[in-house]
């Protein structure tokens, strides 16, 4: 019984630590990735139990972000916002917030909160080695209007930012357009 206790904390500090070095909102997913090389074994359940854990002693909150992804931060930061990449799918914090903002609601409304959260393509995602040949068979990668999109073995194509590209790397749906294309293969 105490080999399990044992394992349980030394799989929380793994999380907890997970947490400290990369500063931004993560997925289970990342967390389980980011953990098991200090824990190998480490199962997705394991970091769900233990990130509701971390929620419920206040050491981390939720993000829920649009579409219902929930994602995990370090609690007690100073009031920030966040950036979502298009490419990626990675979440970054950013600092600060516009002076102001409240005053975008309408005249009488009263603003309690807010929540902002800027889309485009972080800085690793920017540089030019970042698009790569899709890993998947007879696709190609490629800009369309400034924008990452596959074109898939039956000739669709798909961007990088829809649902499709990201669901099921892209067989069907989102087409990019042929008209005033400016295609780059990378």
Do not use: W
């Not at 074994?41 to 050491?59: C, F």
């Not at 100073?78 to 005249?107: M, N, S, T, W, Y």
């Amino acid at each position: 019984m105490s080999e399990k206790v044992q394992r349980n904390t030394r799989q929380r500090s793994a999380i907890r630590r997970v947490f400290a070095q990369n500063n931004r909102p993560l997925s289970p997913q990342e967390v389980l990735d980011l953990a098991q090389k200090e824990v190998t074994g480490m199962g997705i359940a394991t970091v769900y139990r233990n990130l509701k854990a971390l929620v419920e002693e206040a050491s981390l909150i939720a993000v829920a972000m649009p579409g219902g992804n929930v994602l995990y931060e370090a609690a007690g930061k100073a009031h920030h916002h966040h950036f979502q990449c298009d490419h990626c799918r990675r979440v970054f914090e950013l600092e600060g917030c516009l002076p102001g903002i409240d005053k975008l609601a309408k005249p009488k409304f009263k603003v309690h909160r807010h929540e902002l959260i800027l889309y485009g393509i972080c800085a690793e995602c920017a540089r030019p080695a970042a698009i790569k040949p899709a890993k998947l068979a007879k696709e190609k990668r490629l800009i369309v209007r400034d924008r990452p999109c596959l074109r898939t073995a039956s000739g669709s194509e798909v961007l990088a930012t829809s649902p499709a590209f990201s669901a099921a790397k892209a067989s069907q749906g989102g087409a990019c357009g042929r008209a005033g294309r400016r295609a780059a293969y990378g």
